[in-house]
């Protein structure tokens, strides 16, 4: 199973946590910038070859500390076709380094969409017969609102060919409570019910880590309701938003675990990716600094633990 794999892989590390790569333009140092302006031009092939050179100089400092990366779409597509095209490029060296590719996409959508929408990034596509690995990920983010029709495909493929998904439950943004904290008639919050959902579409799907393939996101940020979604998904892996840069702290992801020190991988992306804009590092040392702050995550949330 693929929940396996990542739990071997944290267990390796020791280091349940992910390096998030989530490039704007303008974290990419101005070095690496310039120099894929002069050899592309200032436009959209230029910026996204600059966010490769950062990307993959990312990896290579990160690779042995991190069991996972999670790359997140939105951050690529906006770079037009030269973007997705580097995203993929990216999955495909994290790969080689061994390491868990977390896309994070969010989709969804009624029955037939999502099943196309998971053979893009889940399972494979037919042409005239032949299947073909469109996007050859470990692991993607999926939205419930549609619910089973729309959860299933994604649940299919993860059986069929071995993937992992991780379900939106309880995000880490601010004015995440505007719908998911809304009181339903049984008394109960509207993240409550949908994590009553995931364990449900879960309990078909546990490897022999004692996960199963469908997870949830769980942001840093709302501990308390962490305390409640642990208890209602006790064998789902949690992915888990908001360390560093939106506020959460170590002592905010504990709840997400399990007692046995499993069951959450915490995300950090800017705190990461940006660590050169802190302290006494120069551009140049962009990678040095980002894995210096992988290994104080590492220690600071294994402290907790």
């Keep these: ?15 349940p946590s992910v390096a998030g790569l989530d490039p704007k ?19 959209l ?6 966010i490769w050179e950062y990307n993959k100089g990312l990896i290579d400092a990160l690779y042995d500390v991190v069991p996972a990366v999670k790359p997140q779409s939105a951050y690529y597509e906006m770079y037009g076709l030269c973007g997705e095209e580097v995203l993929h490029r990216t999955i495909a060296y994290a790969k080689e380094k061994g390491l868990y590719v977390i896309l994070d996409v969010k989709r969804n959508d009624i029955g037939s969409t999502a099943e ?33 029709d729309g959860v299933k495909p ?9 993937i992992a998904i991780f379900t939106l439950a309880k995000m880490s943004n601010p004015s995440s409570g505007e719908l998911q904290d809304l009181m339903t008639d049984d008394g109960k919050r509207v993240y409550e019910k949908i994590a009553v959902k995931i364990n449900e579409w879960n309990s078909d799907t546990i490897g022999e880590s004692g996960y199963g393939a ?5 942001g840093a940020t709302y501990p308390e309701q962490a305390v409640v979604l642990r208890e209602l998904m006790p064998k789902s892996y949690f992915l888990v938003p908001g360390y560093g840069a939106q506020g959460g702290g170590a002592k905010g992801v504990v709840p997400c675990f399990n007692k046995d020190g499993l069951g959450a991988i915490v995300n950090s992306s800017r705190g990461i990716m940006c660590a050169y804009k802190k302290g006494d590092f120069k551009e140049e040392q962009f990678a040095e600094a980002a894995r210096a702050e992988a290994i104080r995550m590492k220690e600071d949330i294994t402290s907790v633990l």
């Design 45 to 50: 092939k230029g910026a996204s070859e600059a």
């Design 116 to 148: 196309a929408y998971s053979k893009a990034y889940l399972g494979k596509v037919e042409v005239e017969g032949e299947l073909f690995d469109a996007c050859p990920v470990d692991c993607v983010t999926v939205n419930p609102f549609p619910g089973i």
């Design 25 to 43: 333009i303008d974290y990419v140092p101005e070095y690496i910038r310039k120099k894929a302006y002069e050899q592309y031009g200032k436009n």
């Design 1 to 15: 199973m693929s929940v396996d794999l990542l739990v071997k892989k944290i267990k390796e590390k020791g280091n």
């Design 154 to 162: 994604f649940i299919d493929d993860c059986n069929k060919y071995d």
């Design 214 to 218: 469908v997870g949830a996101v769980v």
